[in-house]
């Protein structure tokens, strides 16, 4: 990796067509990845009359979100909202399904032109996965907001169910341990009895078929993931590395997820 410090507050290389940015501190990496979504939302804009995006519900995605609905500059009325996946079986307002989480936090804070939620609540999840392909194909996704998982998955394609090329965009998956135990270790849920074992997902072939990704990955327990990601062989064994092929991907770290790195 050939390291170029931007500032003093700034590092920044390139991993195959991965960007990387390297900041102290999450704040500052939260509100630099506000304002390059901010600026591509506008970008956009200037292009179609609407824009359709992804966002994905965890503590790590907090500081961006913050950031991104103080910006008034984005024109929130012409974005049609989803989210990238969603717990089976849970209660429909259990604090800790994804849907919640983005209402509290994003999607009931700001006024989109439209949000369409997974339902992990169907009584046939292969049906609502259908549906939500059907929008899907309706809104061509233009970002998507993203993290990566402990065990380096993205969206909940955790290693075992990860197809990088996957023919759908839309399935029910088996959570493994380790992501259902990284939900114990972040306060989401009291014990690991407590987290769902199944959950509806957006493929990553449906991710990478955006036109512009951005990762936000802080904290010190994502640093193993943040070096496999970045370090091991493309491959499904680490789900995350498939972002090193994505030419409009920037992927946003602060100094303790980054503390792996050389």
Known sequence: ??????????IAFTQGM???????????MGKEAADNVSDTIRLLLKEKDEINMIFAAAPSQSDFMKELIADER???EKINAFHMDEYIGLDKNAPQG?????????FGRVPFKSVHY????????????????GLLRQYPVDIVCLGIGENGHIAFNDPPVADFKDSKQVKVVELDMACRQQQVNENLFTKIDSVPTHAITITIPALMNSKYMFCMV?????AEAVYHTLNDEISEKCPATILRTKEEAILYLDEESASLLN
């Open 74 to 76: 984005i024109r929130w």
């Open 98 to 106: 994804f849907g919640n989480f983005l209402k509290e936090r994003i």
């Open 218 to 222: 802080p904290a010190r327990n994502k």
């Open 118 to 133: 997974i339902n992990g609540q169907a009584e046939e999840p292969s049906k609502e996965c259908e549906r939500y392909t």
């Open 18 to 28: 991965l960007k990387v940015k390297i900041f102290h501190t999450r704040e500052e």
């Open 1 to 10: 990796m050939s390291y170029t410090e931007i500032n003093t507050n700034v």
